[in-house]
């Protein structure tokens, strides 16, 4: 079964600093890999998404993503944050079901505050 | 616009009260999903339907039952059995039958239990 980890819970980054969201996940094979971000009090939005080809992946709203497959790490960077990036992100991790259900699991989020 | 709207945003219930969470959309999407999201937990799914008539049990079934007798709506009921209902409720679709499509997702439904 797959597994997903955010080691940050929170961060707090100056507005036009750079951004670094780590997320490691756990499963046997090639996995998808997902960042949706969650504006507070709101649904998630889909930031960008990994199953194979180039391993640094572009999104939406200045956002891309890096998977090591050694390090099992799918982590979000942005050059310059911007003060509405201040939101909830989650890494998810997902896998084609073999005897039942395809399967997306969620990571528990990572709280980015953006200060001026 | 097209999207997926919750309704109501905020919802209070008594305790010993089933209550019904609706989720509507108008994307054409097949598939459908009931999330249930508390604080440092991320999202664990409840429900998830891939066709119309037709749903799944997710990891934190119970307590909870749904029906899906059109493709554009998904109500999710919170029953008595539910031991600890208060959360923030998600619904989200995908356009053909795999969460591994974009997700899109409604603004939730905050329910307390009083």
């Known amino acids: 079964a797959q597994s997903v980890t955010q080691p940050d819970i929170h961060i707090t980054v100056s507005e036009g600093a750079s951004l670094e969201l780590r997320c490691n996940y756990s499963y046997g094979a090639t996995p998808y890999l997902f960042w949706y971000v969650q504006s507070p009090g709101q649904g998630l939005q889909l930031l960008l998404k990994?199953?194979?080809?180039?391993?640094l992946v572009q999104g939406i709203k200045g956002f891309e993503a890096e998977f090591k497959r050694s390090q099992s790490s799918f982590n979000l960077r942005k050059p310059s944050v911007h003060w509405s990036d201040a939101a909830e992100y989650f890494c998810?991790?997902?896998?084609?079901?073999?005897?039942?259900?395809?399967?997306?699991?969620f990571g528990p989020g990572t709280s980015l505050s953006v200060i001026p | 616009d097209g999207g997926i709207t919750q309704s109501p945003k905020y919802l209070f219930r008594k305790e010993g009260q089933n209550v019904t969470l609706s989720c509507e959309q108008n994307?054409?999407?097949?598939?459908m999903y009931w999330y249930r999201q508390d604080p440092g937990q991320g999202l664990r799914l409840i429900y998830y339907?891939?066709?119309?008539?037709?749903?799944q049990k997710g990891d934190i079934a119970e307590g909870y039952s749904v029906s899906r007798e059109k493709k554009e709506s998904f109500p999710l009921t919170v029953t008595s059995a539910q031991k600890n209902p208060t959360a923030f409720y998600l619904c989200a679709s995908s356009p053909r039958g795999s969460p591994l499509d974009e997700q899109f997702f409604g603004p939730g439904t905050r329910l307390t239990v009083l």
């Open positions: 339907s891939q066709i119309v008539n037709d749903f």
């Open positions: 998810a991790v997902g896998a084609v079901g073999k005897t039942s259900y395809d399967k997306v699991i």
């Open positions: 990994y199953f194979s080809g180039d391993t």
């Open positions: 994307l054409n999407h097949d598939a």
